[in-house]
Structures are given as structure tokens and as C-alpha cells.
């Protein structure tokens, strides 16, 4: 552009886009184009009306300016009222739905064009809005919320491509009830940590045999903001390169598509955390950021970690727009962002383009081994997927009756897909939850049956990690306990960067007569899970316990477990044995009587005979402690 030609402004930019536009195109294409072009006609028209100009329009998409901000929004509210009007009288295979987002900022005029960070945020902001929906920025925000009758929901700060600070995105919310105020996303960050606490319990805590479920860990304790073990204000970065995902926003507006964001995510985590050359933070910990507006230094302290993969997906029909970006956390700089808008079919091929960018752009290389586990498929069935997710959320309830719900759509997933592996290892832990829920009728049957179904899943794929850390802690119950071992270092070798497996192995090495090896073992679990729960450090204490080698250790451990799970009835079991063997006897009377008032039925006898150490004799300094503890 030559300078004598451009003019600078501050102007309120709309942008509007149609939402499944090639869907419709394929359906009927002369039916659409007359759709769309009556719907451009009414869209310029309302510019004109709301004193904007209409600058541009290619496509689906529509480009206006205004003078007012006040004007902008109001012809974006209208926008949408009479196509949704329009759209009531249209079979609703036909309806067509726009995104719309309103941006003020600085933009170039040049030959009638407008250019600049102005548009660009604008355009990012229709790609964050709902169908039918309109998203706005800050600064619009700040002009507009006492001017309207309507209100307005905080989605958190959003990184855009080519900007330099991130963006805080509102949405509108046209309720009269709404009416004057903003909202944010509290409501959900306390479920999802419910979410995240109840995950912990299920896939974890595997002790005691039909011990309920509830009494293991505190859920609204088990995240504090702790960094770490050793009470440093941020952790420091690994040797390596080190990532967390943090959890993709879900934009559909509908709460059922939850399982299916979780899942996508999840998904990426789990393939970068079988690569060694990568440091990779574990879900649970990467899932506490869910919901919330956040800094990436903050991150990047928090967690130990450089980069930070961010993003959001958007559903619609058979369509699924993703927006992702890279972030190096410690200089807070953007190496890549990309936007994907596809068909529901490729979602598998998109995780996989993900990965791909990320190792790249992180200079990573895999080896030949690690190449069959990082693109290995679960399934290429769609519907199969889907499925196995919202069993994984039913089986994150905890309960009977999501157990059994679990459990039903399981079968249908297999039915759908025999060779999932992954829908067979689910199978096994809900026989697990049943078995620690303590309404399983047949204990050993439950313990029989969770083994057989994650031999089943590893038959078919022997490269789930996860199913061999599983299987290497069921085997500690049936006094298997080399069999247990060589399964725990198959999962560690396979997953490096798995918390979970990692705790596991903690677990065994333990209960195997190898307290020494667990101790490196627990404390790279914590430091995979920077956000861990109280019983990771109750395991590290006890191993501790177990090899006789540092009290002060030990007793710090479980002195961190009890602050994070203050109604973990095994985390006091943990505490009172540690603090009684290491001579604290008023704080190992304080956690005895913390424990009986959790479990009023607790008995030392019965609860250690269900420990299942390879030598039994490791069972009598446990006994012994509790007993000097008055229990």
C-alpha cells in the first residue's frame, strides 16, 4: 500500500460468517446460494439501517464498519433475531446460521478496504462465537455494558494470531434476565475439579479392598495451588523440552459436548507423553486451568514447564472447527497457530497434524518405537470414540449407577468396534470401581474380572501403557507380585511422561519389597503432576516408611498429603503410620482419631490383611505403629 492512499481510524468492525456453509452447499447448492444471498441483502440492509457501512463480501462471510459501538452490537443483536426468524420458517436441514464478532480497534482504509489488528481480532472473534451467537471484545465491552439491555458472559483471554496481547472475549447474552450483567465460568471450574478429584479416586486409589470410593481423598481439597514438594515458588524447567495441554475450550455452547473436548485433548496429551525427549504434564494437572482466564508465565511457574498448547473446538453437525496455538510460556511468544475447520470424519487425522506441528516446531524426533505408539489408533470408528468418552464421564461420577451406565455403553462401543482395545481396559476398571465401591457381591470375582478384561485390551494392543500399569497393580492383590513389576516397567518404558502409571509403579515396587526403587519412582509421579492429590504424597511417605532411610522425609510427605486430602480416610491410615513410626506420637494420635472419625468402623486387623505386601512380615511394623497410634 503506498502511504498517500491509506487513512487510519478507530472503528467498530462486524464480522459475520455462515456456519456450515459446504455442508449446505452439498445438500443443495442452488437452494443455498439463494439462502445465503437473501441473508447478505438483509445483513447489509441492517448495516445501513444501524448507520455501519457493508465493506466487503466474499463468500459466506460479510465485512462492516461503524462509527459507533453502540451501533455495531445493536446491528449485530438485530442480525441474528431476523435470521432466526427467517430460519423458523425453513425446514431445518436448510436453516442457515451465522457467527458473528464485533472488535474496536485501530484499522488501515485504503480504496474502500479495510485492513488491520482491528479486523483480525474481529475475525477471531466470529470464530469463537456460537451459531447463531455473537462474541465481543473488551474493548467493546467496556463501551457497550451499560447501554444495553442485555448481558454478557466472560469466555477468558484468547490468544490471536499476529497480536501481540491476548484478547478478552465476552459473549452476549440477549436473556432479559441477563440483562445488565457479566458472568463467568465459576459454576463450571468447581465441577470440573469434582471431575478431576473423582478421575484420581477411580484410577488411583486401588487399596483396601471394599473400602467406598468417597472416603479416599477430599475432591475440593485435592487441588490447593501447591507447587511443589519442596515449597518453591515455581518449578524449575526440566532438561528437555517440556509442554502441558492445557484442556480445549468447548464453544458449542452445549455442556453433553464436554466429554468430546475432553477427550480431544486428552488424546494429544496421551501421545506426547510416550515421547522420552519430551517432558509432558500429566491431564490432571493440566485439567485445573479448565474454565479460567490464564496467564501463560503463570503457567509456565506453576507447572515447570516452556510451552503451552492452547485452544478451542466448536462442533456442528457433521463439522468441527478447532483453533490451536503454541505459546513459549517464558517469553510469552506465539511459534505457530492454526485454525482447522473440517469434517467430524478427519478428527482423528487433525489430532494427528497437531502432534506433528508441535514436535516440529519443538525440534523432536522419534524413535522407531516411539513412532508405533505416538500414531497408533484406537479407533477409526467415529461413533466408537464418541461413545467410549461418555462412558469415561460416567465412570468419573464414581457411583453405582454411573458405573453401570458406564459399563452399557461400553458393550455398545465394542459392538461397534470388537478391536478397541482401550473400550476393554475401561471394561476392567469399572469392575475395579464396583470392587472399591463396595457393592460388588463378589469381591474376588470383580478383582478376577478387572484382570481379565485389561489382559483382554493389552491382547489386542500391547502398547497402552496405561492397561500394563493397571495390570501390574491388579496382579499386587493376587500375590503376583513379578509379574506385577515387569508390568510396571513395561508402562514407564512406554509412557515416560504418565503420572498415573508412574504412581502405580509406586504402588507396586512398594507392596513388591522394593521401597527403595519407589521412592524415584513417587516422586517423578509428583513432579508429572505438579497440582497432585494428597495420596501421592501419602504413597511417597510410605515408601519411604517402608525403606527406614529418612523420617523427616517421610513425615513431610504425609504432612503435605493430609493438608491436600484432609478427609482422605486412606491419606490418615498413611499419616498416623509414618508419624507413629518416626516418633511424632501427638500428631500420630491426632491423624488416628481424624481417621476413626472418617471411618468409625476402621480395624487394624481386618485393613491389614488386605495389604498385599509380597512379604507378610512387612505387614508388623504397619500394625505396630497404628497400634502405639491408640487405634
Wanted: proline fraction near 4%; hydrophobic fraction near 40%; aromatic fraction near 6%.
Amino acid at each position: 500500500m503506498s502511504a498517500d492512499k491509506q487513512k487510519r481510524k478507530l472503528a467498530a468492525v462486524l464480522c459475520a460468517d455462515a456456519v456450515g456453509y459446504s455442508r449446505l452447499m452439498e445438500q443443495d447448492e442452488a437452494g443455498t446460494l439463494a439462502t445465503l444471498k437473501a441473508h447478505l441483502q438483509l445483513m447489509s440492509s441492517l448495516v445501513e439501517k444501524h448507520r455501519g457501512r457493508t465493506v466487503a463480501i466474499h463468500g459466506d462471510n460479510l465485512l462492516a464498519e461503524f462509527a459507533s459501538v453502540v451501533d455495531a452490537v445493536q446491528c449485530a443483536m438485530e442480525i441474528q433475531k431476523e435470521i432466526k426468524a427467517r430460519n423458523d420458517d425453513l425446514p431445518e436441514a436448510s436453516r442457515m446460521l451465522f457467527r458473528i464478532g464485533v472488535n474496536l480497534g485501530d484499522v488501515i482504509e485504503e480504496d474502500g478496504n479495510i485492513y488491520g489488528d482491528g479486523v483480525n481480532v474481529a475475525s477471531r472473534l466470529e470464530s469463537l462465537a456460537d451459531p447463531g451467537g455473537i462474541c465481543i471484545s473488551r474493548s467493546v465491552h467496556d463501551h457497550v455494558k451499560s447501554k444495553l439491555g442485555i448481558g454478557y458472559q466472560s469466555l477468558g483471554s484468547h490468544s490471536v494470531k499476529n497480536i501481540a496481547e491476548p484478547v478478552r472475549v465476552y459473549r452476549i447474552l440477549p436473556e432479559p434476565d441477563a440483562f445488565g450483567k457479566t458472568v463467568s465460568k465459576i459454576w463450571y471450574r468447581m465441577k470440573q475439579w469434582q471431575k478431576v478429584a473423582l478421575t484420581v479416586t477411580v484410577v488411583l486409589l486401588q487399596v483396601g479392598g471394599g473400602i467406598a470410593v468417597k472416603r479416599y481423598m477430599d475432591p475440593a481439597a485435592s487441588f490447593s495451588g501447591i507447587f511443589s514438594f519442596l515449597g518453591q515458588e515455581s518449578l524449575p524447567l526440566p532438561d528437555k523440552p517440556s509442554i502441558a495441554v492445557l484442556p480445549f475450550e468447548n464453544m458449542t455452547g452445549d455442556s453433553k459436548q464436554e466429554c468430546f473436548t475432553d477427550g480431544f485433548t486428552e488424546q494429544i496429551i496421551t501421545s506426547l507423553s510416550k515421547i522420552s525427549s519430551l517432558f509432558v504434564i500429566s491431564r490432571n494437572s493440566s485439567f485445573t486451568y479448565k474454565g479460567k482466564p490464564v496467564k501463560m508465565k503463570k503457567v509456565s511457574k506453576e507447572l515447570g514447564v516452556r510451552y503451552v498448547l492452547e485452544g478451542s473446538i466448536q462442533k456442528s453437525g457433521d463439522r468441527v472447527r478447532i483453533n490451536a496455538q503454541l505459546i513459549d510460556a517464558v517469553s510469552d511468544k506465539h511459534l505457530w497457530a492454526e485454525n482447522y475447520d473440517r469434517s467430524l470424519k478427519d478428527i482423528f487425522a487433525l489430532q494427528d497434524e497437531i502432534i506433528l506441528k508441535i514436535l516440529t516446531a519443538l525440534q523432536v524426533n522419534l524413535t522407531s518405537g516411539e513412532q508405533t505408539r505416538v500414531w497408533a489408533k484406537g479407533t477409526k470408528n467415529l461413533e466408537a470414540y464418541l461413545r467410549l468418552m461418555q462412558a469415561r464421564e460416567s465412570i468419573l461420577k464414581g457411583d453405582e449407577a454411573g458405573t453401570a451406565r458406564a459399563r452399557q455403553l461400553i458393550e455398545e462401543t465394542i459392538t461397534l468396534d470388537p478391536k478397541y482395545a482401550q473400550a476393554y481396559m475401561y471394561m476392567g476398571a469399572t469392575h475395579v470401581i464396583d470392587l472399591l465401591g463396595g457393592w460388588s457381591k463378589s469381591p474376588k470375582d470383580s478383582l478376577a474380572k478387572a484382570i481379565e478384561w485389561t489382559q483382554k485390551a493389552l491382547a489386542m494392543d500391547d502398547s497402552l501403557a496405561e492397561a500394563h500399569a493397571r495390570l501390574g497393580h491388579l496382579l499386587t492383590f493376587v500375590k503376583r507380585h513379578e509379574e506385577a513389576i515387569a508390568e510396571a516397567e513395561k508402562a514407564m518404558a512406554m509412557d515416560p511422561n504418565s503420572a498415573v502409571v508412574h504412581n502405580m509403579a509406586c504402588y507396586v515396587l512398594r507392596f513388591s519389597g522394593k521401597p527403595a526403587e519407589a521412592i524415584p519412582v513417587c516422586k517423578k509421579a509428583i513432579r508429572l503432576e505438579p497440582f497432585a492429590p494428597g495420596i501421592y504424597y501419602g504413597n511417597l511417605g510410605m515408601a519411604y516408611f517402608q525403606n527406614r532411610s529418612d523420617c523427616e522425609e517421610a513425615v513431610k510427605a504425609c504432612e503435605k498429603a493430609l493438608k491436600l486430602a484432609p478427609e482422605g480416610m486412606i491419606v490418615h491410615f498413611m499419616a498416623t503410620t509414618v508419624f507413629s513410626a518416626c516418633g511424632k506420637e501427638k500428631e500420630a494420635r491426632k491423624a488416628a482419631k481424624e481417621l476413626l472419625r472418617i471411618d468409625p468402623k476402621f480395624s487394624v486387623e481386618s485393613f491389614a490383611a488386605k495389604l498385599p505386601y509380597k512379604d507378610p512380615k512387612e505387614k508388623e511394623p504397619v500394625v505396630e505403629a497404628l497400634r502405639k497410634a491408640g487405634l
